[in-house]
């Protein structure tokens, strides 16, 4: 697991020293939100997590990657409503965020929008294809798959 805490160390002192350094706030609010999860080493708070993140993307508003982070983060965290703002705001920020398109797709199935998280599979297929992602083209397609066997009737899945 390496030297997490010696890491958090680097990223204060970074911090410190270079007061407007978002990509020091996005990657302690990382690490923090790994320390927060219940099979972390604990003493992180969802406050401190957040907070660093939303320092981050006040210092860099275009971060597209800390909207990504951020609304996996308040998912996480019980925050649906937040989570799927973030992710669309990462994806407004960078429309070939394939990525973006996966996970938001992930959060909408378990919110039960099932059509709409396909049209984000869909999306996400689309543009690891175009990207060469072949693992992520893989993993959108066989969502869409599990997604649309799901939205079939009994008689449908019986004889499919």
Same mark, same amino acid.
């Given at each position: ?5 010696g *890491?958090i $160390?680097?990223?204060? !002192?970074?911090?410190?020293?270079q007061?407007?350094? =978002? !990509? *020091? ?10 320390? $927060? ?7 992180e708070?969802k ?5 660093? +993140?939303?320092? $981050?993307?006040r210092?860099q508003?275009?971060? =597209?990657?800390?909207y990504?982070?951020?609304?996996w ?6 925050d649906k409503s937040?989570?799927i *703002?973030?992710?669309?705001?990462a994806?407004?920020? @960078?429309p070939?965020?394939?990525? *973006? ?6 959060i ?9 998280a396909?049209?984000?599979? @869909?999306?996400?297929v &689309?543009?690891?294809?175009? @990207?060469?992602? &072949?693992?992520?083209?893989?993993? =959108?397609?066989? @969502?869409?798959?599990? +997604?649309e066997k ?6 449908e &899945?019986?004889?499919?």
């Amino acid at each position: 697991m390496g030297n997490i805490k010696g *890491a958090i $160390a680097d990223l204060d !002192e970074a911090i410190y020293l270079q007061p407007d350094y =978002a !990509e *020091a706030y996005h990657e302690r609010g990382c690490i923090r939100w790994g320390l $927060a999860l219940p099979w972390g080493l604990g003493g992180e708070t969802k406050l401190g997590v957040l907070t660093d +993140l939303n320092e $981050a993307i006040r210092l860099q508003p275009d971060y =597209a990657e800390v909207y990504f982070d951020r609304g996996w983060i308040r998912f996480d965290f019980g925050d649906k409503s937040g989570a799927i *703002a973030d992710l669309d705001e990462a994806i407004r920020l @960078q429309p070939d965020y394939a990525k *973006a398109y996966y996970e938001r797709g992930g959060i909408k199935s378990k919110l039960g929008d099932k059509q709409s998280a396909i049209a984000d599979y @869909q999306e996400a297929v &689309r543009l690891c294809q175009q @990207q060469g992602n &072949r693992k992520g083209y893989d993993n =959108a397609l066989k @969502q869409i798959e599990t +997604l649309e066997k799901k939205s079939k009737g009994f008689w449908e &899945r019986l004889f499919s």
